[in-house]
């Protein structure tokens, strides 16, 4: 978690370096307003498009992890249903299934705490 924090800060502090490094060349560039202007327009286009492409790959990625945690999620699923299937089985055939059902209904249909 804090490995996240440090790669977060060292991302912002990058990210405001870099901005302040591109103010600072366009007051100190040496041409005129046109090109100065026809440039921040080139840049702010060159950004938006990264900025979009980051947003789609990062869409793909999550919709990635999703389905891997859907698929994890129904295959422990899966087996935790044939676990228990195969208990009941287990419990049926040695008769314990029969015992529990009748001692339910003679304590009133409420399951007993502590078996």
Known sequence: MENNHRRGSATVAFLVGAVAGGIAALLLAPQSGAQTRSRLKRGARDLREKGANLAHRGEERVETVAGAIKDAVSDAKHTYRSELDKQREVRAASGQETRRSAETEMAG???????
Do not use: A
């Not at 249909?109 to 078996?115: A, E």
């Open 109 to 115: 249909n409420k399951p007993r705490t502590g078996l």
